[in-house]
Structures are given as C-alpha cells and as structure tokens.
C-alpha cells in the first residue's frame, strides 16, 4: 500500500511538471506568435497585408467549395469555382457558372464569404489590428524618452508634448489655419496629452463596436424584413419554390451580398424574375446604400446616436476628431453631408436618364407604371457598387450603358467638395507610404492607365472570338466587364446565341456573365482585375507623374 502512494505521488509530481512545461511551451509560443504578429503587421504595408488576406480568403473557399456537393449533376471546373470565390471575397459578383447549380451548403458558404470580404467587415477587422499601436503605454513611455533628452539637451528646451507624434500615422493631418484655437478647445474638452492619448485608444474601440453592431443590426432587419415579404406574398416565395431554394438561405444570401455591394442572388436570373415584386426592390434599395455610398454619412449618425443615448465621451471625440482617427469611412461632419448629397444627385441623374431612355423599350416590358419606377430606381441605385439587376444589361441602351460604366468606375466615396479648403477625403491619403520611393512612387500609373492596358490585354487574349463572334465579343462589351470587375459591380452584358452571325445549333443560352465565355486566360486577367479593383484604395494617387499640358 505504500509502495502505491509512493508511485502514485510520483506519478502526481510528474503530471504536475509536465503540465507546466505544457503550459509554459504554449505561453511562450503564443508570446513568439503575439511578437511575430506585430511586428509583421506593424512593419509591413497594409496592403500586402489585405491582399494576403484577400488572397488566403479565397483559397480557403475555393477548398471549401471543392469539397462541398454541387445541387446538379454539373461540376464545375476547379478554375469557375476558384473564380466564383475570388467574385464573393472581393464582392464582386462576377460569375462564370449558373448559381443555382451551387447547393444549399455552397450558398451558406458563398454567403460567408461575401461578409468577411466586405469592406465595412474588413474596416472592423483593421480598427481591432491597429489599437494595439495606440496604447497609451506606448506614447507615456515615448514621453518620458523625449523628456529625458530635452533635460540633457538646451537647444530642445521649446519642446512641448503637443508635437510628440505616434508610432502609426494612418492618415495625415493637413495644417488648419485655426489649428492653435481647435487645439485649446480640444485641450478644454479632453484634458492633458495623456488622457487625450487614453481616449484616442478608447475611440478606436468603442468605433469598432458601433461599426459591429451597425453591421449586425441592418442585415438582422433586412433579413426580418425579406423574411416577412416572402411570408405575406405567395407570388415571390413560389419562384423560390419552383428553383427549389430554401426561404431562409435565400434572405440571408441575397440581404448580405445586397449589403455588403456584392450583387450576387442565388437564382439565374438576377433578380430579374423579381422584377414585378416592388416591395421586396424596396427593402433592398437601403440595404445597397447603408453598405457602400453612404456608410460614412450613416456611421456618424451611429456615432452621434451613441453619444446621445450612451452617453459616451469617446462618441464626442469621434464626431469632433475624426480626422486624427484616420479612419477611411469616419469622414468629416462637412464632408459626409456632400458625400451624401453627391450619392442622391447621381441617383437623379441616372433615374431621370434611365426612364427618359427606356420607359417605352422592351427593357421594361410587361410591368406598370409602378413597378417602372421602383424597376428603374432600384437599377440606378445598383449601377455604383453592387451590381444587382432587373433587366438584361445586354438590351440596355448604348448611352445608359456608357453612363453604368461611368458610375462603376468612380470610387463608392466620390463627393463633390465646391468649398476651398473644405475637409479632405482621407482616402487620398490611405495609399500613400511613407517608406515608398521616388522612383517607385513616379513609376506607378494611374487607375484608368491599368484598365486601359487591362482591356487592351483580353482584346489580345479574345481576338479570335471577336473577330468571329462580333455581336457578342465587341470593345463596348469587354470594357464593360473589366470595369465591371475593377468596381466589384458585376454587371454584364451575358452571351446570347441569338447574337451569332453564323448560328451554332449546338449552343446553349447560358445565365452567367460574359466572362464565363471568355478563356481560361481571359478569366485570369479578370481575377486579377477583381482584386486589383478591391484594393484601389491603395493607389488612387498614382500618375501623378505625369502631365498633360
């Protein structure tokens, strides 16, 4: 019985010492992984790092994908899933296979994608990254070097705590000409450079939760809300019937990629057999706003409701600072209100051109005044950024479709500032490094430069096909596409038999984009613009170079 309690204690002692060498080994590797992870990320541009991210995304959907059963007996080719992968990661909605050939698994799956690849997603991910830089412990200790040396050293007596900078600068501030006046104010406000760091900190977090619940709490009312249109009108829910797509999958898919400026749908058609079903157009139309061209305007409402309601000084701080956040959706008080002016101006615009063009055509064909309305509005609201439709962009009219590839081009925040001096937009500066070389930065060309050599590319790659296929594979249509892609919209001409000169019994009509026709070599380029297009924020200074006098 002793010898027993004797190896049992040793056995006890062993366990012992053996869980705390685990213990130790995990706690030092995930301090070596916590080092690594900074100093990777604090040291290497944001943009290799969102384009790893976008990139591992992808080929993590594309595995999942593969693996996954489709619903018919079609399988498509590892390149189309590889390709609808990078489409949903960079919401871009570009399609090379029919949807309704992915099952109930895929979708749920594309749907995920679709929402860790949206940029209000991936801006939360980033303000969670970076804070750790704006830890006041950082700038105390920073504090106390800089003072060290100014005791040592007369000639930086005038040295005031004011001019310490951080250890990451997102966005620069330009010099105000009231600056020393916002300074004392915000010095009243705040207090000392401390407790002003402590808050700055404080913001950082308190902005991604807001950011998190304004992500949360509009898809759960679209959601509801398309959840309720489908349960009160048996007309749309029996299309759903009728493709065999479950009520439930279809809301969450089709409000999150709606959100998030995807485009896509699970059915074939777009939401062209939605087309007379006005109600659920206009639960969608919010939803493509809040996601993409006004998120910024609404964000500050998120913001300012927060403070009201929370009481919460890091929203003050927020709404009056938000250019030293260098938060690319956190515009200025000035500047939201022109963004949000500019986004309803070219909503007019488009609206009034569209009708004005196709009210009478066959684009329109078989619905009533009512229906023509809401149609057209939700189409113009869609040609930005998100790239969901009624109609058949094919049979849309020359002019409206130079207007499409006019406003797919233009970046979700373009805004109309008249005012000298008015607030600048700090996406001009989000690109900008500054370890980033002269030669380098004179090298790098402008967005239209790289859309240009682009088409010109796949003109090359398809110049068979365009010479024997001209109806369908033309310039107008191919520009379309690439900027299509570049501006993750997903709008497309699509390929039509009908349009072959010399008729080919056996082709088949398909419902996918363009680009589904294209080469394996045209569908490349196309991925690559996809992701280019996703990260143009980076580059939006380029060519600067050059001058044309």
Not at 312 to 322: C, D, F, I
Not at 436 to 455: C, D, H, P, T, W
Not at 507 to 536: A, H, P, Q
Request: proline share 4%.
């Amino acid at each position: 019985m002793s010898a027993f309690s004797y190896y049992g204690k040793k056995l006890q002692h062993l366990c012992r010492g053996l869980f705390l060498y685990v213990a130790c080994l995990c706690q030092s590797t995930c301090f070596l992984i916590s080092c690594f992870h900074k100093s990777i990320l604090f040291r290497v541009h944001k943009f290799f790092v969102q384009l790893f991210y976008f990139i591992l995304i992808s080929l993590f959907g594309f595995w999942i994908l593969n693996i996954l059963q489709p619903r018919s007996d079609f399988t498509p080719r590892n390149l189309d899933l590889f390709f609808t992968s990078v489409s949903a990661v960079t919401v871009s909605s570009m399609s090379t296979v029919e949807m309704e050939v992915f099952s109930n698994s895929q979708l749920i799956l594309l749907t995920f994608l679709m929402l860790v690849g949206g940029e209000i997603f991936t801006s939360m991910l980033g303000l969670h990254l970076i804070r750790p830089k704006f830890k006041p412990w950082r700038k105390s200790s920073k504090i106390e070097s800089v003072l060290s040396s100014t005791t040592s050293s007369p000639r930086n007596s005038n040295f005031s705590i004011d001019d310490i900078e951080l250890d990451i600068v997102v966005v620069p501030d330009s010099p105000r000409p009231n600056d020393s006046s916002e300074k004392d104010e915000f010095q009243d406000d705040f207090g000392s450079t401390l407790d002003r760091q402590t808050l700055k900190y404080q913001s950082i977090k308190f902005l991604g939760v807001v950011t998190l619940v304004y992500l949360a709490v509009i898809n759960i009312i679209g959601i509801s809300s398309v959840l309720v249109y489908f349960a009160c009108v048996s007309s749309a829910k029996d299309v759903l019937r009728n493709k065999g797509l479950k009520t439930f999958t279809f809301a969450i898919f089709t409000v999150v990629s709606t959100f998030v400026s995807c485009g896509f749908v699970p059915t074939n058609e777009n939401m062209m057999v939605f087309s007379k079903n006005s109600g659920l157009l206009l639960i969608l139309i919010p939803q493509v706003l809040f996601g993409n061209t006004l998120y910024p305007t609404f964000l500050r409402l998120s913001i300012w409701f927060s403070g009201k309601f929370f009481k919460k000084n890091e929203a003050k701080y927020l709404l009056k600072r938000s250019r030293d956040i260098g938060h690319l959706h956190l515009l200025p008080s000035q500047h939201s209100r022109l963004l949000a002016v500019t986004v309803f101006g070219f909503i007019m615009v488009q609206f009034i051109l569209f009708c004005s063009l196709e009210w009478k055509s066959s684009v329109l064909n078989g619905l009533n005044s009512y229906q023509k309305v809401v149609g057209s509005l939700f189409q113009v609201v869609n040609a930005r950024h998100t790239g969901e439709t009624i109609v058949d962009i094919s049979t849309v009219a020359p002019a409206m479709l130079v207007v499409f590839i006019v406003m797919m081009y233009l970046p979700p925040y373009t805004s109309y500032v008249p005012f000298q001096g008015a607030d600048e937009n700090p996406e001009e500066a989000i690109g900008e490094s500054k370890g980033r070389g002269k030669i380098a930065e004179n090298l790098i060309l402008s967005q239209l430069s790289y859309l240009v050599f682009f088409i010109v590319l796949i003109c090359i790659i398809e110049r068979k096909k365009m010479k024997d296929d001209p109806l369908n594979f033309n310039v107008l249509n191919i520009t379309l596409e690439v900027i299509s892609a570049y501006g993750n919209v997903g709008f497309s001409t699509g390929y039509s038999c009908d349009r072959l000169i010399n008729p080919d019994p056996t082709c088949k009509n398909k419902s996918y984009g363009f680009v589904g026709k294209w080469s394996d070599e045209g569908k490349i380029i196309i991925i690559i613009v996809m992701f280019f297009g996703r990260l143009k924020k980076f580059n939006m200074q380029g060519g600067k170079a050059w001058k044309l006098l």
